[in-house]
């Protein structure tokens, strides 16, 4: 099993940065690749981006693209998520995802496809 923890989130005006990190625990060893994912009040999660763990390879939401960047320490097994030009329907709770099956990278945004997920943390951003 692995166990996922985000932190970093808070409270941003407009056009700030924030950075989240995911931390993976347990059987890391087994994670194919890790995403992220965002919930707004109201809405269906989605998803923001996922990077590999292996290569570092990323793909991201058009949404974010740009403005937000993915990477991770492989030794630490933790994940990072910088977003820059916050806006403010950027407010949402960020979730972090990781999974051990391989597909093409044209299928990380499948958020049923991930196995495990952490318990999210809240980002705000006021205008």
């Known amino acids: 099993q692995v166990q996922l923890v985000e932190s970093g989130g808070g409270l941003v005006t407009a056009g700030g940065s924030l950075r989240l990190s995911c931390a993976a625990s347990g059987r890391t060893s087994i994670i194919y690749v890790m995403g992220w994912f965002r919930q707004a009040p109201g809405k269906e999660r989605e998803f923001v981006g996922a990077?590999?763990?292996?290569?570092?390879?990323?793909i991201y939401a058009d949404s974010v693209k740009g403005r937000f960047t993915i990477s991770r320490d492989y030794a630490k097994n933790t994940m990072y998520l910088e977003m820059n030009s916050l806006k403010p329907e950027d407010t949402a709770v960020y979730y972090c995802?990781?999974?051990?099956?391989?597909?093409?990278?044209?299928?990380?945004?499948?958020?049923?496809?991930?196995?495990?997920w952490g318990q999210g943390t809240q980002v705000t951003v006021s205008s």
């Open positions: 990077i590999s763990r292996s290569t570092g390879s990323t």
């Open positions: 995802a990781a999974d051990r099956n391989y597909r093409p990278a044209t299928r990380w945004d499948m958020l049923s496809e991930y196995e495990y």
